[in-house]
């Protein structure tokens, strides 16, 4: 990584894209979540990998397990395990517009045989969706009990499901929560937390709604001991943050020193694209357009969609995007795995 590093100073613009150095600045602004503000200038880009094109120009050679071309990181965030009122109001008005008398009654007759029965415990539909198509994934689960919205769960009441999810051989990693991104000492508890349910060590960590401070984040997590973080991408579209499209170390200009932390990039979350995009077939070609340009450059693509998503009947135009997701990057030849089995290959090796 640090010969990577050196590669990219002797091109002082890609040095500054590539470490985010606008982010640094106190003049720009931030939204309501303290998130790093975009205008326009800085989206111009998003489509374009700029400094792994660089690297590839460069001679950066990537290879993946089995000679595939280009890796595609499956990611879900589980903010919720049951659903709040409202989406199961808009549920039941889809289901009722389709005259879909079964789905409308399993939104809320679930509470009724019990909380095992909610289908946003949809765990299992998901991994077996993914693994007919030869992928696994990553689960990213919340341990803390602060939400600015609502109560969202006690992780020690889906132990079993996060058991599942590690037998099979998919990954349990942490969702940090809102109020921790900034805190060493909660990001520690919340991981322990999760370890204590899981009974083994969490590598990954995506921040609840992808609150993240460039580079003070990274530092914060590699002191809490992750291994990798998917957060940084952008919150409000699709598209390469920092013009990369593979797994990179990141670098701290106030200390001119290398984060012992693995970032693989976010490129496209589900909430993001369907924003941005004003229809189905817009929201295709965009993510389309990015795989395509990711193979390109045997780099790797990261997808954030919601566990909800695949329990709500008002989302099912998104449930057919991520099928046909995998099944395109399927037909292209992807490794489509979770964050921590692309760590394990990415390693300091690149």
């Not at 349910?197 to 580079?215: E, M």
């Not at 909800?308 to 490794?335: H, I, M, P, T």
Request: hydrophobic residues 35%.
């Amino acid at each position: 990584m640090r010969a990577m590093h050196e590669l990219l100073k002797q091109n002082q613009d890609i040095w500054d894209l590539f470490t985010r150095k606008e982010e640094y600045s106190p003049k720009k602004l931030e939204d309501e979540h303290g998130r790093f503000l975009f205008d326009g200038k800085n989206l111009v880009n998003t489509s374009d990998p700029e400094v792994s094109r660089y690297l590839i120009n460069q001679g950066l050679q990537v290879e993946f397990p089995e000679n595939k071309k280009f890796a595609v990181c499956l990611t879900h965030d589980v903010d919720d395990v049951y659903p709040p009122l409202s989406h199961s109001l808009l549920s039941s008005v889809h289901c009722m517009k389709n005259l879909d008398l079964r789905a409308f009654a399993a939104q809320f007759l679930w509470k009724l045989k019990g909380k095992e029965y909610s289908p946003y415990l949809n765990l299992s539909k998901i991994m077996e969706l993914e693994a007919s198509y030869g992928a696994k994934s990553s689960f990213y689960f919340i341990a803390t009990e602060a939400d600015p919205i609502r109560f969202r769960y006690d992780i020690e009441d889906i132990k079993s499901h996060l058991e599942e999810i590690s037998d099979r051989g998919w990954e349990v990693g942490l969702h940090g929560g809102y109020y921790s991104y900034n805190n060493l000492e909660a990001l520690k508890k919340e991981k322990k937390r999760l370890e204590t349910v899981l009974g083994k060590a969490v590598q990954g960590f995506r921040n609840h709604y992808l609150r993240f401070k460039t580079p003070d984040s990274w530092e914060i997590l590699a002191d809490a001991g992750f291994s990798y973080d998917t957060t940084f991408g952008y919150h409000d579209c699709a598209g390469f943050r920092n013009g990369m499209c593979h797994p990179f170390k990141p670098y701290n200009l106030n200390t001119g020193k290398e984060i012992d932390i693995l970032e693989i990039p976010l490129v496209v979350m589900d909430v993001a694209l369907f924003a941005e995009s004003k229809s189905f077939g817009e929201a295709w070609e965009r993510t389309k357009k990015l795989i395509d340009t990711t193979a390109s450059l045997n780099g790797i693509i990261t997808l954030l969609w919601h566990n909800f998503v695949f329990g709500c009947n008002f989302r099912d135009d998104w449930v057919k995007l991520y099928e046909k997701v995998l099944q395109y990057c399927s037909e292209k030849g992807a490794w489509m795995t979770s964050g921590e089995e692309i760590y394990r290959w990415w390693g300091d090796g690149a």
